[in-house]
T-cell receptor, first 113, second 111 residues
Framework: EADIYQTPRYLVIGTGKKITLECSQT?????MYWYQQDPGMELHLIHY???????EKGDLSSESTVSRIRTEHFPLTLESARPSHTSQYLC????????????FGQGTRLTVV | GENVEQHPSTLSVQEGDSAVIKCTYS??????FPWYKQELGKGPQLIID?????GEKKDQRIAVTLNKTAKHFSLHITETQPEDSAVYFC??????????FGTGTRLTIIP
């Protein structure tokens, strides 16, 4: 079983609020990722990190930001939530070695009202 | 960059029958092709993967085939069971590059 955790599982919040989605892994993985999953199932990469102090934007433009101060922790922040941010957010991690499995957390379902 | 197409988007199969999901990729350098299963309320989980030096891999009722010349790979599930109902994603990558996922297939097993 994957040792990667996301909190909260569900979040309903008002427009304009600042939110942080937490993601932690205990596997010592250098690579970490954030995906946004729309109701149509498709996974969109919004941020990734290959190690401490390394963050990159993914394929889908996002107003969120991320930080990687510690290997095990990769939080995602929205400074001012909007209804368009309503979605499922999935965090994942993998080893540095080539062609290795990505482990996913259970996701945070965010609803902005 | 890599582009992965996945078909079909939805698939309904009678329990006990076989299910096949197909993916094509664009970057001939890609050499790693995993398949993930996502159950309701959970994150995707790896079920099988194949590397470019292998044409076929099997794990109990699940098998994956790879055709590098045609740049496509397929997931085969035999003797389907209700617990196989889920969303399945294919993916491709090269070396240390990040995975590129397909658009997903919602598989429903009809009892």
């Amino acid at each position: 079983e994957a040792d990667i955790y996301q909190t909260p599982r569900y979040l309903v919040i008002g427009t304009g609020k600042k939110i942080t989605l937490e993601c932690s892994q205990t596997m010592g993985h250098d690579k970490m990722y954030w995906y946004q999953q729309d109701p149509g199932m498709e996974l969109h990469l919004i941020h990734y990190s290959y190690g401490v102090n390394s963050t990159e934007k993914g394929d889908l433009s996002s107003e969120s930001t991320v930080s990687r101060i510690r290997t095990e922790h990769f939080p995602l922040t929205l400074e001012s939530a909007r209804p368009s941010h309503t979605s499922q957010y999935l965090c994942a991690s993998s080893e540095t070695a080539m062609n290795t499995e990505a482990f996913f957390g259970q996701g945070t379902r965010l609803t902005v009202v | 960059g890599e582009n992965v197409e996945q078909h079909p988007s939805t698939l309904s199969v009678q329990e006990g029958d076989s299910a096949v999901i197909k993916c094509t990729y664009s970057d001939s350098a890609s050499n790693y092709f995993p398949w993930y299963k996502q159950e309701l309320g959970k994150g995707p989980q790896l079920i099988i993967d194949i590397r470019s030096n292998v044409g076929e891999k099997k794990d109990q009722r699940i098998a994956v085939t790879l055709n590098k010349t045609a740049k496509h790979f397929s997931l085969h599930i035999t003797e389907t069971q209700p617990e196989d109902s889920a969303v399945y994603f294919c993916a491709a990558s090269f070396g240390n590059e990040k995975l590129t996922f397909g658009t997903g297939t919602r598989l429903t097993i009809i009892p």
